[in-house]
């Protein structure tokens, strides 16, 4: 058991210095050879883990994924329907160090799916479980009677998702042009938006 | 002056192979050697027209913006402007093969930007150029009075932006998800939720 236990620290260990080397150098230096570097392990040692880079790459971006859906799950939703949407939210956009560094490898994992198939079924099984979480947050608003008559339940997923993946982004990339009170204004807006006048 | 002329068009022609391998195998495939190999030059003539791999990458990238300008520029705007916003709004969506290489190509180099500092100058550049675009829409809502009243100028435009490159990743990397349809069925509902009920 000791050994198993172990076994899944390593792993994760390995994971953490994935995302180190990724936030200081970007995807193309995330090498076994730089990972193990990091990970204070030898390349021998990393190939027993996991045996080829898309493995890692793969696991380390399921963990990214893991910790958000566990800080969302960790929130106390004792508070008005909107500021816990919001609240939620907050958590997939890069407004704290350690959202920013998360989104950081994962934007970089996305970019890298794009032309390496071995990455694809986890890029998409994670914009559908983060679309799936906007539905909830759309589908909400229509059950609490709080959305906007003839609201079309679909499309606002798709527009929420859009906007906070985008505002996301930008905020990565231009923080000296979008700042973090301007996204969180438009986060609000945009919600708002969503909702009936009376309940405003 | 024919030189000139040779000199400028080699140029275009290795920014177009550059455009080429990154489509089609990534940043990381975007070595001086790879990219001389499908512009069908030597290594040694590639240098000669770019000394470093971030002043070609500039360059190329620089390309792309211009392209969409120019397509915007060549756009006839005798039409309804919400019809004109939207036919300028297109050349920066992934709707077509074209516009999917250039996203494609542009999503690399602003994640390469990340990491890489002598590509950040460019990045912001086109950042800003692409958000005085998006102002010029909004702004020409209120010119126009079709605004609905009370519009926060400011906000409008930073959120019209985060949503059309939203909806341009996610249109790039899940078609499957996100169809061009859903992506026009947005924009129109976007606009159209700008703009004051009377003149809908």
């Not at 490898?105 to 983060?130: D, G, R």
């Not at 998702?161 to 930008?170: C, E, K, N, S």
Request: proline letters at 4%; charged letters at 30%; glycine letters at 4%.
């Amino acid at each position: 058991m000791p050994k198993k236990v172990d076994h899944v620290k390593q792993r994760e260990k390995i994971a953490v210095a994935t995302w180190n080397v990724i936030a200081k150098g970007g995807m193309e230096k995330a090498t076994v050879r730089n990972i193990a570097r990091e990970a204070g392990v030898s390349v021998g040692s990393l190939r027993h883990y996991f045996s080829t880079q898309a493995e890692l790459l793969s696991f380390a971006m399921k963990l990214v994924s893991e910790r958000v859906s566990q800080r969302i799950n960790e929130i106390d939703f004792s508070m008005p329907p909107l500021d816990a949407m919001k609240r939620m939210i907050r958590e997939v956009l890069p407004l704290e160090d350690d959202t920013k560094k998360e989104m950081e490898v994962w934007f970089a994992f996305t970019q890298k799916a794009l032309s390496e198939p071995e990455l694809q079924p986890l890029s998409k099984e994670v914009y559908l479980k983060m679309r799936y979480g906007f539905e909830q947050v759309i589908k909400t608003l229509v059950k609490l009677d709080l959305a906007r008559p003839n609201i079309n339940v679909e499309l606002e997923v798709d527009r929420l998702y859009a906007l906070i993946d985008g505002l996301a982004i930008h905020g990565l990339m231009h923080p000296e042009y979008l700042s973090n009170e301007m996204i969180e204004s438009i986060l609000d807006s945009h919600l708002k938006s969503l909702c009936k006048q009376e309940v405003l």
